[in-house]
């Protein structure tokens, strides 16, 4: 059997305040870029836990919690795609340079980051519907 990464977990606040659950896993020897993944709608960030596990003996990898979903809090309002696309680009924020995984309404949410943030960050955008 294959080794699995230890996933742990963390949080940041948005800058409108919202506290955003995010599982992460770190080889030993991080490499840029961190593969960050972001689910569907209603879908906890749990749901990438074994690309999570085994992508993370070799990469660094992160999943988001959008807001409401998950162990993410949920917030009164910011449920619109603009502020969805906020809250992954204060996530992505973390890290070098990212590739980033949408799948589902995180595709869409994805694809707004990129409309309103540009690729700079990026080292990849993979949507998977």
Do not use: C
Not at 14 to 27: F, I, K, M, N, W
Not at 69 to 89: K, L, N
């Amino acid at each position: 059997m294959a080794s699995e990464a230890r996933v742990e977990s963390s949080y940041f606040v948005t800058s409108d305040g919202v506290r955003l659950h995010v599982l992460e896993a770190e080889p030993p020897a991080p490499r840029a870029p961190v593969i960050t993944f972001v689910p569907g709608w209603s879908m906890p960030a749990e749901i990438w836990r074994t690309q999570l596990a085994t992508l993370g003996t070799r990469y660094r990898v992160a999943a988001l919690d959008p807001r409401g979903q998950g162990a993410s809090q949920i917030a009164a309002s910011g449920y619109t795609a603009e502020r969805r696309a906020d809250d992954i680009a204060e996530f992505v924020a973390r890290y070098p340079k990212v590739v980033l995984v949408g799948w589902s309404l995180g595709a869409l949410e994805a694809l707004q980051y990129v409309h309103m943030q540009g690729e700079a960050k990026l080292a990849g955008l993979v949507l998977v519907d």
